[in-house]
């Protein structure tokens, strides 16, 4: 059975950092391409970053150069490291598995990030 | 602002079919997915590529495309299908992903 974990979500003050991590079980995350995605509370889904399984990344551009998407195939889990955060990025975090279709089949529960002062 | 628009609203009387749609440049070259959205809940992917259904989706659930719009039918539809919907693709340059600004479904 598929399934992804998010944790790492937190209360971060503006300028911080964290680091989620999603970890799979039921696939092996190196073979497939993954992505975070993101709802602010009350709105609709973001599409935040895409790791190819040959391991070129993409970021929307309202993250890019601020957050790094990574994995790590020992522990079969995704990262997403967010740098210089801002109110702007709390959100419901979610890692999703993508299919060769650029859609994504397998959703976790999401990480809860809330940027404030 | 979002690449692929979608009506905020839609309503359907019970076991009437409705047709929610999503339109942008990029659909011209790229199939759209579809996601039902409940309160509380992660996205489910519904309908994905030219109309496929993964597995557990009812088949009263189908999509389809024409030009730079993409289309999702639910035929006869039912309370449970009371959900916000969103569509997503490729952005035009092919490199990123976008969705739609998503539709709440009513059922009446």
């Known amino acids: 059975e598929v399934q992804l974990v998010e944790s790492g979500g937190g209360l971060v003050q503006p300028g911080g950092s964290l680091r989620l991590s999603c970890a799979a079980s039921?696939?092996?995350?190196?073979?497939?391409?993954m992505s975070w995605v993101r709802q602010a509370p009350g709105k609709g889904l973001e599409w935040v970053s895409l790791?190819?399984?040959?391991?070129?990344?993409y970021y929307a551009d309202s993250v890019k150069g601020r957050f790094t998407i990574s994995r790590d195939n020992s522990k079969n889990t995704l990262y997403l490291q967010m740098n210089s955060l801002r109110t702007e990025d709390t959100a419901l975090y979610y890692c999703a598995r993508v299919g060769d279709w650029m859609g994504f089949d397998y959703w976790g529960q999401g990480t809860l990030v809330t940027v404030s002062s | 602002s979002s690449e692929l628009t979608q009506d905020p609203a839609v309503s359907v009387a019970l076991g009437q079919t409705v047709r929610i749609t999503c339109q942008g440049d990029s659909l011209r070259s790229y199939y759209a997915s579809w996601y039902q959205q409940k309160p509380g809940q992660a996205p489910v992917l519904v309908i994905y590529?030219?109309?496929n259904r993964p597995s557990g989706i009812p088949d009263r659930f189908s999509g389809s495309s024409s030009g730079n719009t993409a289309s999702l039918t639910i035929t006869g539809a039912q309370a449970e299908d009371e959900a916000d919907y969103y569509c997503n693709s490729r952005d035009s340059s092919g490199d990123h992903l976008v969705f739609g600004g998503g539709t709440k479904l009513t059922v009446l």
């Open positions: 039921g696939f092996t995350v190196s073979s497939n391409h």
């Open positions: 590529g030219q109309n």
């Open positions: 790791i190819y399984s040959g391991g070129n990344t």
